[in-house]
């Protein structure tokens, strides 16, 4: 495998610049660790095919796949990383349907997608459209509510 040099790699301006032509809602943020952009949900699918297909991304891994409730809506956080360009990225899509939250499934372009999507559609009950096999994976099939979501409660939950 070839990796890109340290001085061929794209830089955080670049990634922000390319990013930014293939989406019209994003928004970038460079305090963490890694470069967040952050999209609308109806913008996901688009996006990640590009950042996993074109040469000058190469995303090839989808490394962690988590969601965050914010009580207002949801945030589905996607961390990439291309093992041939040496850069990462996070991915931060945006649903505001917190009632029946429904988001595009990645798993056709990176297969490690199809357990971490399960994990959160357990959890958080969002819905990963076009998934192979949606399905719980801690709970069972009959479990009311989804644990963690900030409005979720049952009766052994203690109260501080």
Known sequence: MNHISEKDR????????NIGQL???????????????QIDAKELLQLMNNL???????????F???????KDH?????YLESKNNNHSIVVKAKITDITNPQIESVNNIWKT????ENEVFDLFGITFLNH????????EKDWNGFP???NYADENMIKL
Not at 10 to 17: A, C, F, H, R, V
Not at 52 to 62: C, G, T
Not at 113 to 116: D, P, R, S, V
Request: hydrophobic residues 40%; aromatic residues 16%; negative net charge.
């Open 148 to 150: 963690l979501r900030k």
């Open 113 to 116: 997608a199809e357990l971490n």
């Open 132 to 139: 192979p096999n949606l399905r719980r994976l801690f709970l």
């Open 74 to 78: 949801l945030l589905l956080v996607y």
């Open 64 to 70: 962690c796949l988590t969601c965050i409730d914010w």
């Open 10 to 17: 794209m830089t955080n301006e670049e990634l922000k610049y």
């Open 23 to 37: 989406t019209s809602t994003s928004s970038f943020d460079e305090t963490g660790e890694f470069l967040s952009v």
């Open 52 to 62: 996993y297909s074109k040469k000058e991304f190469d995303f090839d891994y989808l």
